[in-house]
Nanobody, 117 residues
Framework: QVQLVESGGGLVEAGGSLTLSCVVS????????MAWYRQTPGKERELVAR???????DYADSVKGRFTISRNNAKNSVYLQMNSLKPEDTAVYYC???????????WGKGTLVTVSS
């Protein structure tokens, strides 16, 4: 059974930093793209950053220059370094991983990031 477990969320003051981590476990874990999404109450889940197997990245305009996504293929992990955090970054952040076999996407349960002003 595939599991995605996020960690690293919490409360931080505006201007501060946090690093989110996500580890994917299960049988036959062979991952294509990995990504971080976020969601606030009443809004749709939005893409924050994405990284493909080769390390090519893509970011939402709102986080460019502040957030950095990275991955460790050997550890089936993806990370999100968040700097210069703003109150509007407050959300539940979800890890997403797409498996090469069948192109199936899996989601973590989310980790809450709260940025105080």
């Amino acid at each position: 059974q595939v599991q995605l477990v996020e960690s690293g969320g919490g409360l931080v003051e505006a201007g501060g930093s946090l690093t989110l981590s996500c580890v994917v476990s299960g049988s036959r874990v062979d991952l294509n793209a990995m990504a971080w999404y976020r969601q606030t109450p009443g809004k749709e889940r939005e893409l924050v950053a994405r990284i493909n197997r080769g390390g090519i990245t893509d970011y939402a305009d709102s986080v460019k220059g502040r957030f950095t996504i990275s991955r460790n293929n050997a550890k089936n992990s993806v990370y999100l370094q968040m700097n210069s955090l703003k109150p509007e970054d407050t959300a539940v952040y979800y890890c997403n991983a797409v498996f090469i076999l069948g192109g199936v996407a899996h989601w973590g349960k989310g980790t809450l990031v709260t940025v105080s002003s």
